[in-house]
């Protein structure tokens, strides 16, 4: 990742016990307790503990009231990511930066009209596919998350613009109402889709 970022997707195979035993700050140790679905316990020590492992220390993550996560000291920006059993987590000592991870689903195929800018539907014409929309699909989580509640309606806010479906590529995607592009890029394999992007877009005009 450019500029410094770091970037950990990691599936989480270890049981809740053994990675609660890497964890040892209060803060976190309170808030792990304070929750009472598995998943949703399942995925804080994922994040934690991938965090650790990417920084070398632990740390300690509060939210802001948009639900945007937060390093206590704000040393990264961060951005964190589940899907089933694994976790993808980014950090960026400077700019802002969004992370998605999805594994693979036939739900997109369900409710693609809802998150596809109609050029979007224009470029996919009669190509629909599960892996270009997961590509769509993720990039747009991915940006939402630097972009915030100024990009909360995918469909009518976001595009991304035309590209080739691979491993592994560049994306370039619009936030149409300020005309700003964003450059993503995304990993796709059998496992999962990942997307994630840097803030400090550029202007198309």
């Known amino acids: 990742m450019p500029g410094g970022g770091q970037l950990l997707v990691w599936r989480t195979v270890e049981s809740p016990d053994v ?5 040892h700050l209060p803060e976190n140790l309170a808030d792990y307790h304070a929750l009472r ?6 995925e804080f ?8 492992r990417l920084l070398g220390e632990e740390f300690h993550i509060f939210y802001e009231t948009s639900g945007k996560p937060l390093l206590h000291d ?28 999805e594994c693979p689903t036939d739900k997109v195929l369900r409710v693609y009209h809802k998150f596809l800018h109609k050029a979007e539907l224009d470029m996919l014409s009669d190509r629909v596919g599960i892996q270009p929309l997961q ?10 998350k630097i ?6 309606d995918f469909a009518a806010q976001m595009r991304m613009l035309p590209f080739e479906v691979a491993g592994a590529g560049d994306v370039m995607m619009e936030h ?5 592009l964003y450059r993503a890029h995304y990993i796709q394999n059998e496992l999962y889709t990942l997307v994630y992007c840097l803030g400090g877009g550029q202007d198309k005009r």
């Open 19 to 23: 990675l609660l035993g890497e964890l």
């Open 37 to 42: 679905s598995a998943k949703r316990q399942m």
């Open 45 to 52: 020590l994922g994040t934690r503990v991938a965090l650790k």
């Open 74 to 101: 704000r040393c990264y920006n961060i951005s964190v990511s589940h899907s089933r059993e694994w976790v993808a987590v980014a950090i960026h000592p400077s700019i802002s930066v969004g992370v998605d991870i």
């Open 135 to 144: 590509i769509i699909w993720s990039g747009k989580e991915a940006l939402y």
């Open 147 to 152: 972009i915030g509640e100024e990009a909360v």
């Open 176 to 180: 149409l109402p300020t005309g700003m």
